[in-house]
Structures are given as C-alpha cells and as structure tokens.
C-alpha cells in the first residue's frame, strides 16, 4: 500500500466499520412483512426516507461546508439512534414513517460529508493520488463491519425469536460511533469556513455547467439507486431459499431464516470488503477507471434481470449468487465513482458536490421503492426484477461516461 496507515485512517475505517453494524439491515424487508405490512407499504416506508433524505440532502451538504463537517456528523449519528428506538417501541405504519423520516435527518447530515472529509485528509497530506487506494481501504472496512454485522444479527433474531430487537441492538454501535467522530481533528472541517457563502454557491453550481461532472453524478447515482431499491428483495429470497431446505427442520422458521441470511449475508460482505480494497486493481486492469465504470453499470442492470429471471423460476440459490455478484460490483464502482467524481469538482465544494450526487439518488429511489414494490405485490418479486433491470439498461444511453485513450 502506497499510504500511511496513519490514526486517522484507523478512525475513517472504524466509522464505517460502526456505521455499518446496523442489525436490522439483514431483515429489514421480513420485519415490517412480520409487522403485516405489504410490498406497497413498504415501498412507501422506504420512498417517504428517500424523499426526506432528498429534501434535506442539499442543504445539510452546504451546511457541512460552511459551518462544519463534524457537527453534521453528530446530528446524523444522533438522528439515527432516535430513530432505531422509535422502531423498536412504537409497532404503528405511520409512527415508523416518522422513524423514516428521522433516518433520513441522518442519512442527509452524513452522506457526502464523511467522503469529503476523508479527500479533504488527502488533500492536506498530498496524497490525493491515491484517493481510490485510500478510499476503497476504509469502504472494505465499512464492508467488513456489514459481514460481522450479519453474523450478530442473526444471532439476535435466533436466540430472541423475533425482529424488532435488532434495532435497540444497533443503538451501541452508533453510540461508539459518535464518540469516535467527536475526536476527528477539527481541520477536516475544510477551509470552506474561511471563504465566503456566495463563493461556496458559485463553485456548487459550476459543477451543474461541467458535463462530465455531471455526467459522473448521474451515472453514480441512478446505478445506485436501482442497487439500493433491489438489494433488499434479496431478504425474501433467502427466505423462501432456508424454508426450501432439507436442514434444520426442529428450529423455528424465524430461526432458520436467520441462519441461512446470516451466512449468506457474511460472505457476501466479505467479498464486497475484498472489492472495495481492490476497486482500483479492477480499473487498472480494465484500462482506466471511466470504462470500468460503464462496464460495470452495464452488468449490474445484467444481474438485476437475471437473478429476477431465477427467481421467477424458484431457482433461488441462483438469484443468490446473481445477487452476491452485484453486491460485489456496487463495491468496485462506489470508490472508482467518489474518485470520479472529486477530480471534476473543487476541494471546497465536496461535501455538497457529493450531497448532489446522493440526492439524486435518493430521489430516483423514492420512485423506484413504491413502484417495485408495488410490482412485486402485482407481478412477484422476480418479475419486478426483471423490469427493473431493463428500465436500469436503457438509463446507460445518456450517462455513459466519456472514456480517455
């Protein structure tokens, strides 16, 4: 590795490592289906975070720039951790729409903020060279921390025989995680708060007039999306795939569920860490990391259709691995994409810059969730698959990155 592992890293990776030991991820979907809730409930849950998230994304991204990346940091963990404790005590639709849009206060103060922290290191220590290297190193932590996460999830739901536990359980970690982002040095708030607002909106707009800027945002973001609305329907696959075995016969169905998503979910985590560390191998070997991205865009759409087509055919173990490779590809890309997208816009706007991007995001998946959710309920889940990845195929037409010789 051509970078220190310094101090700082060490607590960059423990807050992906702590941000993703969320418990109730593994069984997000059989919770609220626990709960009696449909598809379409669900997707609505889901669409009312996205468009939280998305009315908020914008301006906690400039307040992150002018006023602080570390205080946003600490309202988002602290919106989180209240949220979690309205999950587990107030078993009501629209109280958890509330709940929702409490996480979203945490996504919005977050996303975007932690990666410009992070460039804004490399920056000060002349090392922005190796902004994929470093970045792909603290997502496989993050990864690392989702594939332990699996593992003590399901050891919660199978020894406490129910769901909603998971989400008191998540409260320690982000309680750890606050204390670790209370320590970061306060020169990764960036010299932003040395400069004036109106510069801070001038730059944040030129990037809008950039196209490959622009471009790299979209690309990033509507591939996300579609990630972040299909991942979740892997949970009801896993399911129908652990009441199809042969095995465990004298345990509960809860707790066969819980085993078989806790190990698949592990190793899949484990191979996504592997990704990320190893994100910009890939590009080198692909070319350059503009033509990996569009590779990849293009097989995740791939994917999406074929593990709906297995799944359609009860081929579930099949619509396993399909899912397992996307997880993987969405993990190449995420570090190739940040590094992407931060050599097209300035140091000083990054934390909106990147803001943009998520918020994008999250608007296409506030689209995304209640429709296919509204499919699957209609049509099952493998068909609202297969749709999906089609719809996501004929998006590369006009995001396809511009690739250097």
Do not use: W
Not at 150 to 172: E, M, R
Not at 210 to 223: A, V, Y
Not at 262 to 281: C, D, E, H, M, Q
Not at 312 to 341: S, T
């Amino acid at each position: 590795m051509a970078f220190t592992k310094d101090r700082q890293f060490y607590k960059f990776a423990a807050y992906g490592f702590l941000k993703n030991l969320r418990f109730f991820e593994p069984f997000l979907i059989l919770f609220f289906r626990e709960m009696g809730l449909s598809f379409l409930q669900i997707g609505m849950l889901f669409s009312i975070r996205e468009i939280a998230t998305n009315l908020l994304e914008l301006p906690t991204g400039l307040v992150a720039d002018i006023y602080g990346r570390r205080i946003s940091m600490l309202f988002s963990m602290t919106s989180y951790i209240i949220s979690f404790i309205i999950f587990y005590f107030f078993p009501n639709f629209y109280i958890y729409a509330l709940a929702m849009v409490l996480f979203a206060f945490g996504e919005a103060f977050r996303t975007g903020t932690h990666k410009a922290m992070i460039l804004e290191y490399l920056r000060m220590n002349k090392i922005l060279d190796k902004r994929v290297e470093y970045y792909g190193s603290t997502r496989a932590a993050s990864q690392l921390g989702s594939a332990i996460n699996s593992l003590i999830a399901a050891a919660i739901v199978f020894y406490s025989g129910n769901y909603k536990v998971v989400f008191l359980a998540a409260t320690l970690p982000y309680i750890f995680n606050l204390i670790n982002l209370a320590t970061y040095p306060k020169e990764l708030d960036g010299e932003i708060k040395k400069t004036g607002k109106q510069e801070t909106f001038k730059e944040f707009f030129g990037i809008f007039k950039n196209k490959d800027s622009l471009k790299g945002i979209m690309n990033s973001s509507i591939f996300d999306a579609f990630f972040k609305t299909v991942k979740e329907y892997l949970q009801p696959v896993l399911k129908s795939l652990a009441l199809s075995l042969p095995v465990m016969l004298a345990f509960s169905n809860n707790e066969r569920t819980a085993v078989v998503v806790g190990i698949v979910y592990f190793f899949i985590y484990l191979a996504t860490s592997y990704a990320s560390k190893n994100a910009s191998k890939v590009a080198k070997k692909i070319g350059n990391k503009e033509k990996a991205i569009n590779i990849t865009y293009l097989l995740g759409a791939v994917l999406i259709i074929l593990s709906g087509v297995s799944q359609r055919l009860n081929f579930q173990i099949g619509a396993v691995i399909f899912f397992l490779i996307l997880f993987v590809i969405e993990n190449i890309r995420r570090p190739l994409n940040v590094a992407y997208i931060s050599e097209k816009i300035s140091h000083k706007t990054m934390a909106s810059g990147l803001s943009a991007e998520s918020q994008l995001k999250t608007l296409l998946t506030a689209v995304l969730a209640p429709t296919i959710g509204f499919l699957a309920d209609k049509i099952t889940i493998g068909g609202a698959l297969v749709v999906c990845g089609f719809v996501m195929s004929i998006f590369y037409l006009l995001i396809r990155l511009r690739e250097e010789k």
